[in-house]
């Protein structure tokens, strides 16, 4: 089967850096994805690694190591706006996404 | 210019009733889900749909049942509510084969509420 296991919630002031880990399982391995949900909104689309390294996108870096199957959201400079849940995810058969039990991230002034 | 709607964004309704939810995407995309919310905000896959043919059904009880007229759209029909289908049920929609970004693109959820 398939798992990915990131932490419950992280809190964070306004201004630092955050780094929100996850952990998989699976068998056949296409890439991890993160996508951000603010409270009463949809999952959006942030980042997505397929390949060893890192991907930077503006104030927040996507981080893949696939020999340890763990990849890492970092946010940088963080803001109010930042505050969200944020979900890891692998790709499963016919494209479907499999989503770890997301991260709530709370930012405080 | 809504990528992915949804109708309605709230549902509450009684317990025994049968319901339906309308998901409609603009961009062109092969490839239609349905996801499921629960309370605890864990999202799972209910239904794939590519070019208007089921290619995932994931252990969802009967009572639910997907349509897709055509690639454009994506229905959820429920029959029979029960207290523990209240949740928000997420339309996405990708392009399979992407592999470069593998983006969904969400619809913005209904909460369903049964009483």
């Known amino acids: 089967g398939q798992s990915l296991e990131q932490p419950s919630e992280v809190t964070a002031v306004e201004g630092a850096i955050v780094q929100i880990n996850c952990t998989y399982q699976?068998?056949?391995?296409?890439?991890l994805s993160w996508y951000q949900q603010h409270d009463g909104g949809a999952p959006t689309f942030l980042s997505y690694n397929a390949l060893d390294g890192l991907e930077e996108t503006g104030r927040f870096s996507s981080f893949l190591s696939r020999s340890d199957s763990y990849g890492y959201l970092l946010l940088q400079e963080l803001q109010m706006k930042d505050s969200a849940s944020y979900f890891c995810?692998?790709?499963?058969?016919?494209?479907?996404?499999?989503f770890g039990q997301g991260t709530e991230l709370s930012v405080k002034p | 210019d809504t990528a992915v709607s949804q109708t309605p964004k709230y549902l509450v309704t009684q317990m025994g009733n049968d319901k339906s939810i309308k998901c409609e995407q603009n961009?062109?995309?092969?490839?239609m889900y349905w996801y499921k919310q629960d309370s605890k905000k864990f999202l799972k896959i209910m239904f794939s749909?590519?070019?208007?043919?089921?290619?995932i059904n994931e252990t969802v009880p009967n009572r639910f049942s997907p349509k897709s007229p055509d690639k454009a759209h994506l229905n959820l029909h429920i029959n029979s509510l029960e207290l523990g289908d209240s949740a928000v049920y997420f339309c996405a929609s990708s392009q399979v084969g992407d592999s470069f970004t593998d983006t969904q693109y969400f619809g913005p959820g209904t909460r369903l509420t049964v009483l």
């Open positions: 961009l062109g995309h092969d490839t």
């Open positions: 749909y590519n070019n208007k043919e089921l290619i």
């Open positions: 699976t068998s056949g391995f296409y890439g």
């Open positions: 995810a692998v790709r499963g058969g016919g494209g479907k996404l499999i």
